[in-house]
């Protein structure tokens, strides 16, 4: 696929930070889970740009205007023994919807995957966000609806980590 005209996609750099944070922002907005929403240019940055980077970003720039984002980490297949790729969050800017730009990022993605040998794309969607899921079923993609998925985040997550040794 080529990528619109006017279009630009680039790995974030470190002084993109606030902008990733806003972006990460208007997502949880867009999500409604805005209240979960904690991090900060400080967090962003260790994970992004830190001693041992977490995750990687790339940012949509249209006409040079930011107008969305992807953030993604590698993570691990033992049935493929290959890495993957995690999409985390895409985020297209409302004003910016429409003209190809979230296509162009998974694209980018798709090709990040298949040049570092990665076995799989793999990302997440809320059961109601209909028109992501339609968007993406378009480009080919499947829901698996035969895995569950589990988080375990604060007090349940401390609990587990003081009772290693019980």
Not at 151 to 166: C, F, I, Y
Request: overall charge neutral; charged content about 25%; proline content about 5%.
């Amino acid at each position: 696929m080529t990528q619109p005209a006017g279009l630009g996609i680039s790995s974030a750099e470190s002084s993109d930070v606030p902008l990733i944070l806003a972006l990460i922002n208007e997502l949880a907005d867009y999500e409604k889970l805005r209240h979960e929403s904690v991090a900060t240019e400080a967090s962003i940055h260790r994970a992004l740009f830190g001693p041992k980077p977490h995750a990687e970003a790339v940012i949509a720039r249209w006409g040079g205007e930011p107008a969305g984002f992807a953030l993604f980490f590698h993570n691990f297949s033992t049935f493929l023994g290959k890495p993957g790729l995690y999409l985390e969050d895409l985020f297209v800017r409302p004003a910016y919807r429409g003209r190809a730009i979230g296509r162009s990022l998974l694209s980018h993605l798709a090709a990040l995957a298949v040049e570092r040998d990665c076995g799989r794309l793999q990302w997440q969607v809320l059961d109601w966000n209909k028109p992501s899921r339609d968007f993406y079923e378009r480009l080919g993609a499947q829901s698996d609806a035969a895995w569950v998925n589990y988080k375990m985040t604060g007090d349940a997550l401390r609990r587990l980590a003081e009772n290693r040794n019980s």
